[in-house]
């Protein structure tokens, strides 16, 4: 199968949504090159280091969550484990095992084939999305990499929901 190469007109540069959004929200971000730019978000568990990366080539804006948490390779096959079982639970994006530096992230891409533009709302809906995520399952990583609780252990312990007030 050949690759078709389309020269799309687009109206901005899709980061440039991205950049707007993060100056309206008084978010603190670096844009040192044209197809690229990290915001830093603090959350309940961790700062969060987010990446937006636009690749032209499958008209993609892509981000990339990743939060200090280097992990141990004595530990790498649980937190392997455990991504597997975290990814079953999610309906946008998923988390990967950065193998260079052995870090975890959340990654998810947004399709603007046929030169469509990003909106506010999707970019405020990614970082959001990508920040609930690593927010929902930082702890599962901390259990299996210190706590030496299995993956399942790990899972269960932060999907469990209470129901009322003490």
């Known amino acids: 199968m050949s690759q078709l190469h389309v020269e799309i007109d687009r109206l901005e540069h899709p980061l440039d949504v991205v950049e707007r959004l993060a100056s309206l929200k008084d978010w603190i971000f670096d844009r040192a090159e044209a197809d690229e730019m990290s915001v830093s978000v603090s959350g309940r568990w961790a ?68 030169g469509a533009d990003p909106t506010q709302g999707q970019c405020e809906t990614m970082l959001r999305v990508a920040v609930e995520a690593c927010e929902r399952y930082f702890q599962a990583f901390q259990f299996v990499m210190w706590a030496g609780k299995s993956p399942k252990e790990a899972l269960d312990a932060v999907l469990f929901e209470t129901e009322g007030e003490a």
């Open 47 to 114: 700062d969060y280091h987010i990446a937006f990366t636009w690749i032209e080539d499958v008209e993609a804006l892509h981000v990339a969550c990743a939060f200090d948490l280097k992990v141990p390779d004595r530990r790498r096959q649980e937190v392997l484990q455990l991504i597997s079982r975290i990814n079953e639970q999610l309906w946008v994006g998923h988390f990967d095992l950065w193998s260079r530096e052995n870090v975890v992230m959340f990654r998810h891409a947004l399709l603007l084939a046929g």
